[in-house]
C-alpha cells in the first residue's frame, strides 16, 4: 500500500484554482454540465483549505480513524468542520448566498448528480450553471460578494 502525501492548504487552494479555471473555459464552451462539475470539485477543495485554517492543522486529515471522518465530499460535512458558520448561517449576512448554492446540487452530496439524469440535465442547463458560477466565484464587481471572495476577504483559509 502506497502512503498518500497529505495535502497542505496551499496544495488545496490551487486544486480549487484548477477546476475553477476548468469551470471558466468550459463556461466559454457552453459545455454548461460540465462547469457545474467543476465548480462543486472547487468548493469542496476551498472547504478543505478552510477546515485546514479553522482546526489548526498543517495537511488536511486523512489518515487513521480520525482521517475517515474528513474523508468527505458532504458540502454539509466539510462545511460543519470549516468554521465558515459566521459568515454562511442562515440569519447571517450571506447565508443567502451559501444556502442557495448548495440547494442547486439537491442537498449534501453532489457526487451523486454523477448518476442522475434529471440532475444532470437540470445541472447543464445554461442559467442554472451561470447563476452557480456567479455564486461561487462571480465576475467583474460580484466577484467580492462570491462564495470564494468572502472566503478570501475574511481570511478563512
Known sequence: DQKISPLTPVDLKHLMKKHLVAAQSLKRSEKYGMVAYHLSYALEFALKSCVCKHLKQPTYPDGGESGKFFKSHSFQRLYLLSGLQDLFDRGSPHG????????????DDWTKMRYDRKKLKYLGDKRVAKRLYNT????????????IGIIKRENKW
Open 96 to 107: 443567502q448566498t451559501y444556502d442557495s448554492f448548495i440547494q442547486e446540487y439537491f442537498g
Open 136 to 147: 461561487l466565484i462571480g465576475h467583474g464587481q460580484s466577484v467580492p460578494k462570491s462564495i
